[in-house]
């Protein structure tokens, strides 16, 4: 398992960045992609979609941080990155 701390960014490319909630990645039954006591590997996507938002994000410096895409219930799209905590 791996927590991020996250900002997203709304108003486009050049738009502010504004703090968001902890992010935590965990794949039970895959610690290859994700490992138990570790961060995912450089290159590493996440794609995930639900009632609650959706996002993409991609991995890198060895897991140290990542940058994507996120779009919440009743919101436009927004850009999403994190670093590792």
């Known amino acids: ?3 991020y ?5 709304t108003g486009g490319p050049e738009g502010t960045w504004s703090p968001d909630a902890d992010l935590e990645v965990s794949l039970q039954n895959r610690a290859q992609v994700v490992p138990a006591n570790g961060a995912p ?3 590493t996507q996440v794609t995930w979609s639900s009632p609650q938002g959706n996002g ?3 991995f890198f410096d060895e897991g ?3 940058q994507g895409a996120a779009q919440f219930p009743g ?9 590792l905590q």
């Open 1 to 3: 398992m791996a927590t």
């Open 5 to 9: 701390r996250t900002e997203i960014q």
């Open 41 to 43: 590997s450089t290159g």
């Open 56 to 58: 993409n994000i991609t």
């Open 64 to 66: 140290s941080r990542f």
């Open 75 to 83: 919101e436009g799209p927004v850009g999403y990155r994190g670093t």
